[in-house]
């Protein structure tokens, strides 16, 4: 009797195509069982009302205007980087290296201001930031995809590799520069003079480095849907065997867009130190170029999806944040909520690609 | 076993099912949560502008022994003035030495608070420009060096005569090693003590020099070794350079760096360890003498009465001893010498009544000559020159000229290693 032919209580099959409002009621639900199971989390373990704890995450960010502001600086930081992600991604080339070559960005524009400051006009020191970044984001990015591209290495260990060797760089540079003598931290640079800093539009530091990130994202939509390289990229990505039998050059295209990779990151470097920090500290970049990543690839390489998962992630970083000082409580609570929510949300994209099928109870009727 | 696997499946989803329906229940509906997503802004934390509001800004969080040590400080004064957690008195952590300090401190100007300390060296150009454009608020930055030379009302450094509980806790050490030689475990010229520092910086410099003279006051015959760490806060480096220590043959240690890596290095080693920044009992019962510590809730409770109050803070302040900001943890009867507690009493009582000074030029030497006059840095004006004769009467004065230490001298009997490898 039991011989019969077994239905298992649950298979798996991959879905053809899903409709979009479908899509989205899927990650709507994920969304909402998120939140309920960090409410038992909140209710049974630390006994604060879940609902309290929600209006504080949303507080943390659009509590005031400063805030506001806050959280779209922060929001554009980490969009520039995913940005500069996404064009490698899609060519299947894992670029781990985002927080080196952002890094290697801060690095350039922060030499210029301490080596040149004085001797050089304003309006030269700013382009020479910007170039000095730029070209320092480029290296670090151009250097794997180069021996990707002539000796085929491994360039996800290479990428992660050049982050570390970026933040020792930048940990000996910051003793070679310190502020006071022996203290290992570089401070703010030119605090009194200005010199490197990017002029504030309207009295307000943070509307330039958002602006630039949505031209960003708006230009690299283009790019990657429209343009000629965009569609090389995403052939080399898709076979690089047709790729290659099409007539792309396969190793240009690798360097092209790994100098455009980190040419962009090191633009976001560039505007941390002279729009924001003002600084060099071998944690500036914060995470970002691994963050980066998962906006990427949540977003599907869509740069205006990419504006929503950015600012999902940094929503749910600044609000963990207001949680710990509203709550008295350290980090660690809030980045459990974070994980959860994050689990649930990368868990959905599970049920938007494959189909759950129940085993029907007719059939053990028949058994 | 068929059925028992169906049993299972169906006791996971009975789980399941009811740790949901608890859920519903308890927050009020399940679609509760994401509806509030409707109204952003809804919480701001406004509150009457006549109710007074303190915050706390660290660099890490309560795991680290150094940020625990103001945390603690600012909840016991901030209790104290009937002030409530999350309502007026707030604490934001793991802040960076970079604009995330600027912000939090702008974003505790929004919530009202009248007056907001900050805890990490780096974190001082932050607040100073935080305080430039704020100058209705308070801020008081621990351990910085600039408000004596910038000058701007609301802007106040503090520290504390914290060489002063280094050189007591240096007695225990001193007594600790006695012991060791009277009972023959070493000879007298093995008494080397070893020291995990952060940074070569006058901080630090101040207090292991500190530490090592109160050693020698009871021990004449003690050296030490020291070995750099580069960070406040890195445990393994901080237990590697523990243990690269007790290698080298270190009989005592002691560091000024914020995690546990040194003190459980020495409970495994079994070797003695005098703490820094509260006691490690708890962690180490066998090895823990006693601990040095800065206990900021009096200041915080000056800085904060006085902002109340409308009165001036100093630009500068230094805690004492006699304020109650220098103490030292209970000794650990189990690990100390006999005759500690007697010991640092009376070096203590010396101490307060001006009977000694720690940094006595008659009691150590540079290049094997007697020092008569240096000039430390103190106006630090990223100058690099050395501008002020610290030394008056055969002592260096410490903390005196600006609350943040700059005794930076490396004298005889102890050896720099260099950095943990």
Not at chain 1, 117 to 131: C, Q, R, T, Y
Not at chain 2, 11 to 29: D, N, P, Q, T, Y
Not at chain 2, 216 to 239: G, R
Request: hydrophobic share 45%; proline share 3%.
């Amino acid at each position: 009797m039991y011989n019969t032919i077994k239905t298992p209580l649950v298979h798996i099959t991959r879905r053809k195509d899903i409709v979009w409002y479908r899509a989205w009621l899927i990650r709507i639900l994920a969304i909402v069982l998120a939140l309920i199971l960090c409410g038992i989390i909140t209710t049974f373990v630390v006994h604060i009302n879940p609902i309290e704890v929600y209006k504080t995450m949303i507080s943390g960010n659009f509590g005031t205007t400063r805030k506001i502001w806050f959280m779209g600086q922060d929001l554009a930081t980490l969009l520039i980087i995913s940005l500069a992600l996404a064009p490698a991604f899609r060519m299947r080339f894992w670029n781990l290296g985002g927080d080196g070559q952002a890094l290697m960005g801060c690095f350039g524009a922060a030499a210029c201001m301490i080596l040149f400051s004085g001797s050089v006009p304003n309006w030269l020191m700013l382009i020479m930031m910007f170039a000095a970044a730029l070209f320092c984001g480029m290296l670090w990015a151009v250097i794997p995809a180069f021996f990707k591209a002539k000796w085929n290495t491994n360039e996800t260990l290479f990428t992660l590799m050049m982050n570390y060797l970026a933040t020792q760089i930048i940990a000996f540079f910051v003793v070679v520069w310190e502020n006071p003598k022996g203290s290992s931290k570089i401070g703010i640079i030119n605090q009194r003079s200005r010199i490197g800093w990017l002029p504030e539009i309207g009295g307000n530091k943070y509307i330039l480095i958002i602006i630039v990130a949505i031209v960003l994202a708006v230009v690299m939509f283009i790019y990657m849907r429209y343009s000629k390289h965009g569609y090389e990229i995403a052939v080399v990505g898709e076979s690089e065997p047709t790729a290659r039998y099409v007539g792309i050059k396969v190793k240009k295209v690798i360097l092209r867009t790994l100098l455009l990779s980190g040419a962009i990151c090191g633009l976001a470097g560039f505007l941390m130190v002279s729009s924001t920090n003002h600084t060099l500290t071998t944690t500036l970049v914060g995470g970002r170029g691994f963050t980066g990543v998962m906006v990427a690839w949540l977003a599907k390489f869509n740069p205006f999806f990419m504006i929503l998962t950015s600012f999902l992630l940094v929503f749910l970083n600044r609000g963990a944040s207001e949680i710990s000082t509203m709550f008295g409580f350290n980090d660690s609570f809030g980045a459990i909520l974070t994980g959860i929510i994050l689990f649930f949300i990368i868990g959905c994209e599970f049920f938007l690609n494959y189909e759950m099928h129940f085993r029907k109870r007719a059939k053990k009727e028949v058994e | 076993m068929k059925s028992l696997k169906k049993v299972l499946a169906l006791v996971l989803v009975a789980i399941f099912a009811v740790g949901m329906l608890a859920a519903c229940g308890k927050s009020g509906g399940g679609d509760e949560p994401a509806g509030s997503g409707a109204a952003p802004g809804g919480s701001g934390a406004v509150a009457p502008a006549s109710e007074f509001k303190a915050g706390l800004i660290c660099l890490h969080d309560e795991n680290s022994t150094y940020d625990l040590n103001f945390i603690n400080g600012f909840k016991e004064a901030c209790e104290a003035m009937g002030l409530v957690e999350g309502e007026t008195y707030f604490i934001k952590t793991n802040k960076g030495e970079n604009e995330e300090c600027y912000q939090a401190a702008s974003e505790m100007v929004d919530m009202g608070c009248n007056v907001i300390f900050a805890d990490s060296f780096g974190h001082e150009d932050y607040i100073l420009q935080a305080a430039i454009e704020n100058p209705d608020v308070q801020f008081c930055h621990a351990t910085g060096t600039k408000a004596h030379t910038e000058k701007v009302a609301n802007y106040h450094n503090a520290f504390a005569s914290i060489y002063e509980g280094r050189y007591l806790a240096g007695i225990a050490a001193g007594l600790k090693l006695n012991e060791m030689i009277d009972s023959g475990k070493i000879t007298a010229d093995k008494a080397v003590m070893g020291y995990v520092g952060a940074y070569p910086y006058a901080e630090v410099k101040s207090g292991y020099t500190s530490f090592y003279l109160g050693a020698k006051s009871v021990c004449p015959s003690v050296t030490m070794q020291v070995t750099f760490t580069n960070s406040w806060y890195d445990e393994t480096l901080e237990k590697t350079g523990a243990q690269t220590l007790i290698d080298n043959g270190c009989v005592l240690i002691s560091q000024h760096a914020d995690s546990m890596g040194a003190p459980t290095a020495c409970e495994a080693a079994n070797v003695p360890n005098i703490s820094y920044n509260g006691s490690t009992v708890a962690a180490c019962p066998n090895t823990f003498i006693v601990s040095s510590r800065i206990n900021w809730a009096p200041y915080f409770t000056y800085a904060m009465q006085a902002t109340k109050d409308g009165t001036p803070i100093d630009y500068d302040y230094v805690g004492t001893i006699e304020t109650g900001s220098v103490v030292l943890t209970d000794i650990n009867e189990a690990a100390a010498a006999p005759g500690t507690a007697e010991a640092i009493e009376a070096a203590k009582a010396d101490l307060v009544s001006g009977a000694t000074n720690v940094f006595d030029t008659a009691n150590f030497t540079v290049g094997g000559q007697k020092l008569d006059s240096y000039l430390a840095d103190v106006d630090d004006m990223g100058d690099f020159q050395p501008e002020t004769e610290v030394i008056e009467n055969g002592v260096f004065k410490e903390s005196v000229f600006r609350s943040a230490p700059y005794f930076d001298i490396d004298i005889d009997g102890i050896t720099i290693l260099g950095d943990v490898q």
